[in-house]
């Protein structure tokens, strides 16, 4: 395939007019109309990415662009810059971590059961359009200073465990937006299960966190 032709993998220097190879302190021309158009409507690209690819742009753009996944897949990268992706993209998208929520104090049941307990609603997570996401909720002690242990000093939790859902009518994904994205957000429960009498566990033993996974369609 000619990539020059197509107007895709062609560096530019900024320090002279003639084409050469990139360098560290190359840039790319920019990519043809008719090019930008097909891998637009092809989702390929996302709208942002095509206005930084219509302009001459840097292969440290296209690397953001990659790692933002405004860049489809490794096959466009590489159509682009004419050259394999910097690294594997982690499918994911990480909240920050949150202090857990006060679970409070429960007495036994006549058979195994659960406790819910509502957390706060995650961050807003723009995704572009050829993906599709699903959230899940990250747990695990809060160990702030060297010193802190698990389980901490005190009645010592006597749960079946900790897990955790999103209920369905706290999901929410927009349509596509004009810049070719879906907005994803979720509030999601903390869930203990247990049998016997279990403690109050205040709030800062655990931490949590929202993560959205992503996979192509």
């Not at 247990?194 to 949590?208: D, H, L, R, S, T």
Request: glycine letters at 8%.
């Amino acid at each position: 395939m000619d990539l020059p032709k197509l107007g895709l993998g062609r560096t530019t220097l900024t320090i002279t007019e003639n084409t050469a190879t990139a360098t560290a302190g190359g840039t790319y021309e920019a990519l043809k109309s008719g090019v930008i158009v097909s891998l637009t409507v092809g989702e390929k690209v996302t709208p942002n990415a095509a206005i930084v690819l219509g302009r001459t742009f840097t292969l440290a753009e296209v690397n953001a662009l990659w790692e933002e996944f405004e860049i489809s897949d490794e096959e466009t990268y590489k159509l682009i810059t004419g050259q394999d992706p910097p690294t594997v993209r982690d499918m994911a998208l990480y909240g920050s971590w949150m202090q857990g929520p006060t679970l409070p104090g429960l007495p036994g049941a006549v058979t195994p059961t659960y406790q819910l307990v509502a957390l706060p609603q995650s961050d807003t997570f723009k995704v572009s359009n050829h993906l599709r996401a699903w959230f899940e909720i990250e747990t695990r002690p809060r160990l702030s200073a060297d010193s802190d242990i698990f389980p901490p000093p005190g009645p010592t939790p006597t749960d079946n465990g900790m897990s955790w859902s999103i209920p369905t009518h706290l999901l929410f994904v927009s349509a596509k937006g004009s810049d070719g994205k879906r907005e994803y957000r979720a509030t999601g429960t903390l869930m203990r299960f247990y049998e016997q009498p279990v403690p109050a566990i205040p709030p800062g033993v655990w931490e949590c966190r929202y993560v959205l996974r992503l996979a192509k369609k």
